[in-house]
């Protein structure tokens, strides 16, 4: 069982950054990979960006590459999302979510535990 709680949310202007984080607590966070996904108003969940166990392999949407960066801390238990260039349409509320397998990283519905989400506003 892992529980996860995101943080670092809040109101930002275009072009500013913000820094989300996920505290995972429960045992054996190392042999997760993890995942952010974003979900607007009356959108579908979208992924955003995936880690590796280990941290040496992530992947990214098309739509945040070059501007968003996951990292993850395993003696903190944490994930972090630092995001630059932030723009409207970077507006969601922001979630971390925990995979056993990552068989199939942008797919939410193979992620085995979510946090409750942060939200993240971008004002033009």
């Known amino acids: 069982q892992v529980q996860l709680e995101e943080s670092g949310g809040g109101l930002v202007q275009a072009g500013g950054s913000l820094r989300l984080s996920c505290a995972a607590s429960?045992?054996?966070?190392?042999?997760?990979?993890m995942g952010w996904f974003r979900q607007a108003p009356g959108r579908e969940r979208e992924f955003v960006a995936a880690?590796?166990?280990?941290?040496?392999?992530?992947y990214y949407a098309d739509s945040v590459k070059g501007r968003f960066t996951i990292s993850r801390d395993n003696f903190e238990n944490s994930v972090y999302l630092q995001m630059n260039s932030l723009k409207p349409e970077d507006t969601a509320v922001y979630l971390c979510?925990?995979?056993?397998?990552?068989?199939?990283?942008?797919?939410?519905?193979?992620?085995?535990?979510w946090g409750q989400g942060t939200q993240v506003t971008v004002s033009s």
């Open positions: 429960g045992r054996f966070f190392t042999k997760y990979a």
């Open positions: 979510a925990a995979d056993l397998t990552w068989d199939d990283y942008p797919d939410p519905a193979t992620y085995d535990y």
């Open positions: 880690i590796s166990w280990s941290g040496s392999t992530t």
